[in-house]
Protein backbone atom coordinates (compact mmCIF):
# COMPACT_ATOMS: atom_id res chain seq x y z
CA UNK A 1 0.00 0.00 0.00
CA UNK A 2 0.86 3.33 -0.41
CA UNK A 3 2.25 6.35 1.98
CA UNK A 4 -0.89 7.49 4.07
CA UNK A 5 -0.45 10.81 2.53
CA UNK A 6 1.76 12.78 -0.30
CA UNK A 7 2.72 16.29 0.16
CA UNK A 8 3.35 17.88 -3.40
CA UNK A 9 2.98 21.03 -5.03
CA UNK A 10 -0.25 22.47 -5.55
CA UNK A 11 -0.01 24.20 -8.65
CA UNK A 12 2.64 25.43 -11.46
CA UNK A 13 5.16 28.14 -10.09
CA UNK A 14 7.83 30.42 -11.88
CA UNK A 15 10.19 32.81 -10.25
CA UNK A 16 12.64 34.75 -12.51
CA UNK A 17 15.35 36.96 -11.57
CA UNK A 18 18.78 38.39 -13.12
CA UNK A 19 22.14 37.76 -11.34
CA UNK A 20 25.19 39.29 -12.90
CA UNK A 21 23.36 40.22 -16.69
CA UNK A 22 22.36 36.11 -16.70
CA UNK A 23 18.36 35.93 -16.30
CA UNK A 24 17.28 32.70 -14.24
CA UNK A 25 14.06 31.40 -14.66
CA UNK A 26 12.80 28.61 -12.40
CA UNK A 27 9.89 26.28 -12.91
CA UNK A 28 8.06 23.79 -10.59
CA UNK A 29 5.05 21.75 -11.48
CA UNK A 30 3.28 18.86 -9.79
CA UNK A 31 3.85 15.73 -11.26
CA UNK A 32 2.13 12.02 -11.16
CA UNK A 33 4.83 9.66 -12.81
CA UNK A 34 8.35 9.95 -14.40
CA UNK A 35 6.81 10.26 -17.35
CA UNK A 36 5.32 13.29 -16.46
CA UNK A 37 8.52 14.52 -14.98
CA UNK A 38 10.19 14.03 -18.18
CA UNK A 39 7.35 15.75 -20.62
CA UNK A 40 7.79 18.56 -17.87
CA UNK A 41 11.49 19.06 -18.91
CA UNK A 42 10.76 18.85 -22.38
CA UNK A 43 7.79 21.62 -22.21
CA UNK A 44 10.30 24.11 -20.69
CA UNK A 45 13.13 22.77 -22.75
CA UNK A 46 11.30 23.46 -26.10
CA UNK A 47 10.14 26.65 -24.97
CA UNK A 48 13.27 28.11 -23.99
CA UNK A 49 15.66 26.23 -26.87
CA UNK A 50 17.42 29.35 -27.07
CA UNK A 51 18.81 29.44 -23.83
CA UNK A 52 22.10 28.38 -22.74
CA UNK A 53 21.11 25.87 -20.01
CA UNK A 54 18.04 24.52 -18.74
CA UNK A 55 18.57 22.77 -15.71
CA UNK A 56 16.18 19.86 -14.27
CA UNK A 57 15.57 17.69 -10.82
CA UNK A 58 12.66 15.67 -10.15
CA UNK A 59 11.46 13.20 -8.06
CA UNK A 60 8.41 10.58 -8.19
CA UNK A 61 8.46 7.88 -5.50
CA UNK A 62 11.70 6.22 -5.57
CA UNK A 63 13.10 7.50 -8.62
CA UNK A 64 14.83 11.03 -8.05
CA UNK A 65 16.90 12.69 -10.61
CA UNK A 66 18.92 15.90 -11.92
CA UNK A 67 20.71 17.42 -14.65
CA UNK A 68 23.34 20.29 -15.08
CA UNK A 69 22.69 20.36 -18.93
CA UNK A 70 26.12 21.45 -19.36
CA UNK A 71 26.83 23.63 -16.51
CA UNK A 72 29.59 22.33 -14.29
CA UNK A 73 29.07 19.16 -12.68
CA UNK A 74 27.48 19.46 -9.46
CA UNK A 75 26.35 23.54 -9.73
CA UNK A 76 23.29 22.94 -11.42
CA UNK A 77 20.77 19.91 -11.15
CA UNK A 78 21.99 18.85 -7.74
CA UNK A 79 21.56 22.14 -5.98
CA UNK A 80 17.79 21.84 -7.65
CA UNK A 81 17.20 18.58 -6.40
CA UNK A 82 18.57 19.69 -3.22
CA UNK A 83 15.81 22.38 -3.12
CA UNK A 84 12.91 20.12 -3.76
CA UNK A 85 14.05 17.40 -0.99
CA UNK A 86 14.50 20.27 1.54
CA UNK A 87 10.89 21.73 0.51
CA UNK A 88 9.61 18.35 1.67
CA UNK A 89 7.57 17.59 -1.31
CA UNK A 90 7.24 14.46 -3.74
CA UNK A 91 5.94 13.69 -7.34
CA UNK A 92 7.58 17.45 -8.45
CA UNK A 93 9.52 18.46 -11.05
CA UNK A 94 11.56 21.88 -11.28
CA UNK A 95 13.43 23.27 -14.45
CA UNK A 96 15.87 26.32 -13.87
CA UNK A 97 16.28 28.07 -17.27
CA UNK A 98 19.54 30.01 -17.71
CA UNK A 99 19.89 32.35 -20.62
CA UNK A 100 23.82 33.21 -19.89
CA UNK A 101 24.92 37.45 -19.39
CA UNK A 102 28.34 37.17 -20.42
CA UNK A 103 30.05 37.15 -16.60
CA UNK A 104 30.98 33.93 -15.28
CA UNK A 105 29.34 33.16 -11.89
CA UNK A 106 31.65 30.73 -10.71
CA UNK A 107 31.36 27.13 -8.83
CA UNK A 108 29.49 29.28 -5.66
CA UNK A 109 27.46 31.70 -7.81
CA UNK A 110 26.06 28.66 -9.84
CA UNK A 111 24.76 27.05 -6.64
CA UNK A 112 23.49 29.86 -5.35
CA UNK A 113 21.14 31.16 -8.45
CA UNK A 114 20.19 27.84 -9.24
CA UNK A 115 19.06 27.40 -5.79
CA UNK A 116 17.43 30.36 -5.32
CA UNK A 117 15.40 30.06 -8.93
CA UNK A 118 14.05 26.41 -7.74
CA UNK A 119 13.14 27.60 -4.36
CA UNK A 120 11.23 30.59 -5.69
CA UNK A 121 9.25 28.30 -8.12
CA UNK A 122 8.76 26.08 -5.61
CA UNK A 123 7.19 28.67 -3.45
CA UNK A 124 5.20 30.30 -6.18
CA UNK A 125 3.52 26.88 -6.49
CA UNK A 126 2.50 26.07 -2.97
CA UNK A 127 2.71 22.89 -1.30
CA UNK A 128 -0.14 20.90 0.04
CA UNK A 129 -0.48 17.92 1.59
CA UNK A 130 -3.02 14.84 0.09
CA UNK A 131 -4.42 11.79 1.98
CA UNK A 132 -4.71 8.29 0.72
CA UNK A 133 -7.81 7.28 -0.37
CA UNK A 134 -9.37 3.65 -1.43
CA UNK A 135 -11.31 3.86 -4.41
CA UNK A 136 -14.54 1.33 -3.77
CA UNK A 137 -18.02 -0.15 -5.41
CA UNK A 138 -20.92 -1.26 -4.14
CA UNK A 139 -24.03 -2.96 -5.06
CA UNK A 140 -27.07 -2.26 -3.18
CA UNK A 141 -30.82 -2.68 -3.59
CA UNK A 142 -33.05 0.08 -3.81
CA UNK A 143 -34.30 0.21 -0.26
CA UNK A 144 -31.10 0.13 1.41
CA UNK A 145 -29.71 2.93 -0.59
CA UNK A 146 -30.58 5.63 1.58
CA UNK A 147 -28.98 4.17 4.79
CA UNK A 148 -26.26 3.29 2.34
CA UNK A 149 -25.69 7.07 1.89
CA UNK A 150 -26.70 8.16 5.05
CA UNK A 151 -24.19 5.97 6.53
CA UNK A 152 -21.21 6.93 3.77
CA UNK A 153 -21.92 10.47 5.30
CA UNK A 154 -20.49 9.57 8.64
CA UNK A 155 -16.96 8.86 7.19
CA UNK A 156 -14.50 11.23 5.03
CA UNK A 157 -15.45 10.35 1.46
CA UNK A 158 -16.81 11.58 -1.30
CA UNK A 159 -19.12 9.62 -4.17
CA UNK A 160 -17.51 9.21 -7.88
CA UNK A 161 -20.02 8.20 -9.77
CA UNK A 162 -23.88 5.74 -9.26
CA UNK A 163 -25.44 3.62 -12.07
CA UNK A 164 -29.28 2.94 -11.50
CA UNK A 165 -30.07 -0.64 -12.96
CA UNK A 166 -31.66 -3.63 -11.34
CA UNK A 167 -29.78 -2.50 -8.35
CA UNK A 168 -27.92 0.50 -7.42
CA UNK A 169 -23.91 0.64 -8.14
CA UNK A 170 -22.33 3.34 -5.96
CA UNK A 171 -18.42 4.05 -6.44
CA UNK A 172 -16.82 5.82 -4.16
CA UNK A 173 -13.43 7.05 -2.41
CA UNK A 174 -13.71 6.89 1.59
CA UNK A 175 -10.28 7.51 3.83
CA UNK A 176 -7.86 4.26 3.30
CA UNK A 177 -7.67 4.29 7.44
CA UNK A 178 -11.77 3.95 7.50
CA UNK A 179 -12.48 1.77 4.85
CA UNK A 180 -12.19 -1.58 6.64
CA UNK A 181 -14.62 0.06 9.36
CA UNK A 182 -16.94 0.88 7.03
CA UNK A 183 -16.77 -2.52 5.14
CA UNK A 184 -17.63 -3.79 8.59
CA UNK A 185 -21.02 -1.30 9.22
CA UNK A 186 -22.21 -1.84 5.95
CA UNK A 187 -22.34 -5.84 6.30
CA UNK A 188 -23.78 -5.80 9.38
CA UNK A 189 -26.17 -3.11 8.23
CA UNK A 190 -27.10 -5.14 5.32
CA UNK A 191 -27.12 -8.34 6.97
CA UNK A 192 -24.20 -9.44 4.55
CA UNK A 193 -25.96 -8.35 1.65
CA UNK A 194 -23.88 -5.60 0.41
CA UNK A 195 -20.33 -5.89 0.69
CA UNK A 196 -17.75 -3.21 -0.53
CA UNK A 197 -15.11 -3.50 -2.96
CA UNK A 198 -11.86 -2.32 -3.02
CA UNK A 199 -10.92 -0.83 -6.82
CA UNK A 200 -7.98 1.12 -6.68
CA UNK A 201 -6.13 4.23 -4.70
CA UNK A 202 -5.50 7.60 -5.17
CA UNK A 203 -4.63 10.75 -2.89
CA UNK A 204 -7.24 13.38 -2.74
CA UNK A 205 -8.02 16.49 -0.68
CA UNK A 206 -10.02 15.93 2.58
CA UNK A 207 -11.93 18.54 1.53
CA UNK A 208 -12.98 17.09 -1.39
CA UNK A 209 -14.79 14.28 0.29
Do not use: W
Not at 60 to 69: I, K, L, P, Q, R
Not at 117 to 130: E, H, P
Not at 199 to 208: C, I, L, S, V, W
Amino acid sequence: MAADALTTLGKRGEFEFTEKKSVFIGYAAPVKSEAEALAFVAEIKAKHSDARHNVSAYTTGSVCHASDDGEPQGTGGVPVLDVIRKSGVDNAAVVVTRYFGGILLGAGGLVRAYSKAAAGAVADAGIVTFDLFSECEIVCSYSDYDKLLYELGKYTAMIDGTEFLSGITVKFAILASEEELFSGRIREMTGGKCTVLHTGERFDAKNNA
